[in-house]
């Protein structure tokens, strides 16, 4: 944007930088190592998030939230597979706390931020470079997502198993399930979390916490191999995926 660097495309291109939480632990995975860090065909789940993020022509920075015991690990890992220009910061206790550190290790001249969890290890480059294209064309907020497969029931909870009563069923047709990378311009971002840190209320995503500021949140088309990892069935899902790549491209 400054006068020396207008003859460079490069520089005129707002710099857009990945934030990818991974401190989480995986409880709905069952026990054993951080989800992140559970292996894919070999290859840590982190490792294909990051490389997914590198790969992408948008992003020219990845920040990695790290399990606060594992920073060193995943140090170690990033380099392993050679993923030098990675920067790791520890993690706090919830997914919003994580994203929140990964932030304020971004460096000031960072315009657009894509927050991209290491539990959806296979999104395509192309998902990764339209949603930040939709953030470089103006949108202030850009999510990825599919229409919802399911119906949707709203219920009244119970504990212990017991029948819940429905209260209501929206209109599937106006429901979407979404998906990271979420991208912002970085500002709307970190206004966003400003207000949480300040008011408290929290969100299950990125988007929600945007929405309560009051900007507009955009959907764009999603990826079915954007899915998150969450039970053990989607490891099975996972690797199916990776083993269907390398036949078809030799990846
Ligand atoms: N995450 C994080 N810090 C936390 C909790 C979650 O960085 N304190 C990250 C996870 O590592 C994951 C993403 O947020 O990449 C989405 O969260 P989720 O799928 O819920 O992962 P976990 O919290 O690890 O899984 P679970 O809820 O089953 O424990
Ligand atoms: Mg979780």
């Known amino acids: 944007m400054s006068m020396e660097s207008a003859g460079e495309s490069r520089a005129v291109e707002p710099r857009t930088a990945a934030v990818v939480p991974a401190a989480g632990r995986g409880v709905r995975l069952g026990p054993g190592a951080p989800k992140a860090l559970r292996a894919l065909n070999g290859t840590p789940m982190l490792v294909h ?5 590198a790969r992408a022509r948008s992003v020219s920075l990845v920040v990695v939230v790290a399990p ?7 140090r170690n890992l990033l380099d392993e597979h050679t993923l030098p220009d990675v920067v790791v910061v520890p993690g706090g206790e919830t997914r919003q706390d994580s994203v929140r550190l990964g932030l304020a290790a971004l460096p000031e001249d960072v315009e657009i931020v894509l927050v991209h969890d290491a539990a959806r290890p296979l999104v395509p480059v192309d998902t990764v470079d339209a949603v930040a294209r939709a ?3 103006g949108a202030p907020a850009v999510v990825p997502a599919l229409p919802v497969a399911d119906t949707v029931k709203e219920v009244r909870p119970r504990e212990g198993g017991a029948p819940e009563p429905v209260t209501g069923t929206p209109d599937r047709s106006l429901l979407r399930a979404v998906q990271t990378p979420q991208g912002f ?5 970190a206004e966003a979390h400003a207000r949480v840190a300040r008011e408290g209320e929290g969100a299950t995503d990125d988007a929600g916490m945007v929405e309560r500021t009051g900007h507009e949140v955009v ?18 899902l996972a690797e199916a995926v ?3 790549r390398r036949v078809t491209d030799g990846f």
């Open 135 to 137: 953030v470089r064309d």
């Open 185 to 189: 311009a970085r500002a709307v971002l």
């Open 49 to 53: 998030a990051v490389r997914a993020m």
């Open 242 to 244: 990776l083993a269907r």
């Open 219 to 236: 959907v764009v088309p999603g990826h079915e191999e954007a899915f998150k990892v969450t039970r053990p069935l989607d490891l099975v």
């Open 68 to 74: 606060r015991d594992g920073v060193t690990e995943v």
